[in-house]
């Protein structure tokens, strides 16, 4: 799924698709964190060179390190209900901010993952 993602609901999740002519941007995960990077020239609309690409991600690891962000990543490793009830807390506690920050979030052409470990992040996942 390219430029969508699951939006948790109580009971059954709804999706979203965004259109891939305006959003050209991909998330990258680290350490429970999640940044927006672009990976198009705006203008052109060829592909970044290679080198600006790996900076980009570096830059994303470097500020995953600061221990003033918030580790959002893990409310989507908890149960269907869990997760949609943190999301709609979020989304009253940041009112419109939030509401464009988790926009961008699930808009993104596609989510890169930059941790460094596998362990587990569910029970589920522990007992495979």
């Known amino acids: 799924m390219f430029n969508a993602c699951r939006v948790p609901r109580k009971g059954e999740d709804s999706y979203k698709i965004y259109d891939p002519a305006l959003n050209t941007h991909a998330i990258v995960a680290v ?31 470097e500020m995953s390190k600061s221990p003033s962000m918030p580790m959002l990543g893990y409310l989507t490793s908890d149960d269907r ?25 699930e808009s993104g052409a596609l989510m890169i993952c930059l941790d460094e470990n596998e362990e587990p992040t569910s029970k589920k996942q522990t007992s495979e």
């Open 31 to 61: 350490n429970g964190k999640f940044y927006s990077i672009d990976f198009v020239e705006k203008e052109s609309g060829e592909p970044l060179p290679l080198e600006v690409l790996e900076d980009r991600l570096q830059q994303c690891v």
């Open 81 to 105: 209900d869990i997760c949609a009830d943190a999301r709609d807390s979020l989304l009253r506690a940041g009112g419109s901010k939030m509401e464009e920050a988790l926009k961008v979030l």
